[in-house]
């Protein structure tokens, strides 16, 4: 299985801020990457597939980056309601896993 | 815009059979990969397999001995069947659509999810 690796676990930020979240293959999954957002109690929203498109309806604030192993999820300017955990999730090969995700929390 | 529904009994007794229906609305079946996730409480999310709308699936090893997926054109469902289910088995669990008909992957539409107690 190709293991995901997301830092940081927990992130601190603030309304405005600029953050970046990272996603480490263990192998090679060229782009077959996508990103998603969770809010509590609700079944994840995808943002971002093969590692830098954006869904339709996703603000552009939203934006990735990366191919082979390394991949970026990258929020340019928070807004409230970007508080939540974002997951990365390979589709190069099968199984597809998934990042353990990154909690972002209000600073 | 496709909507997704999962049903099914919320508490399973251990070592029985888990069994979950997603029915599709608003939009066909075919042709695309159909998945089910799931999400143990306060964890990470697991991918348990997919059925293409001609039959075929895919299933994660970690679970394939004890999962099938099945597919019902006519009434725009599929289904899962988890056997030999443990209290490791406890979650919600979600069932998706991928964005492209070519291939399993990215998910963009997912039902709302329905928890799933292992609990005697």
């Known amino acids: 299985d190709i293991q995901m690796t997301q830092s940081p676990s927990t992130l601190s930020a603030s309304v405005g801020d600029r953050v970046t979240i990272t996603c480490r293959a263990s192998?090679?999954?060229?782009?077959?990457l996508a990103w998603y957002q969770q809010k509590p109690g609700k079944a994840p929203n995808l943002l971002i597939y093969?590692?830098?498109s954006l869904e339709s309806g996703v603000p552009s604030r939203f934006s990735g980056s990366g191919s082979g192993t390394e991949f970026t999820l990258t929020i340019s300017s928070l807004q409230p309601d970007d508080f939540a955990t974002y997951y990365c999730?390979?589709?190069?090969?099968?199984?597809?896993?998934f990042g353990q995700g990154t909690r972002l929390e209000i600073k | 815009q496709v909507q997704l529904q999962e049903s099914g009994p919320g508490l399973v007794k251990p070592s029985e059979t888990l069994s979950l229906t997603c029915t599709v609305s608003?939009?066909?079946?075919?042709?695309?990969?159909w998945s089910w996730i799931r999400q143990p409480p306060g964890k990470g999310l697991e991918w348990i397999g997919y059925?293409?709308?001609?039959?075929?699936?895919n299933y994660n090893p970690s679970l394939k001995t004890r999962v099938t997926i099945s597919i019902d054109t006519s009434k725009k469902q599929f289904s899962l069947k988890l056997s030999s289910v443990t209290a490791a088995d406890t979650a919600v669990y979600y069932c998706?659509?991928?964005?492209?008909?070519?291939?399993?992957?990215?998910?963009?539409?997912w039902g709302q999810g329905t928890l799933v107690t292992v609990s005697s």
């Open positions: 608003r939009g066909s079946i075919s042709p695309y990969y």
């Open positions: 999730q390979q589709y190069n090969s099968y199984p597809i896993t």
């Open positions: 998706a659509r991928s964005y492209s008909s070519s291939w399993c992957g990215d998910f963009n539409y």
């Open positions: 093969k590692a830098s």
């Open positions: 059925i293409y709308s001609s039959g075929s699936t």
């Open positions: 192998q090679s999954i060229s782009s077959w």
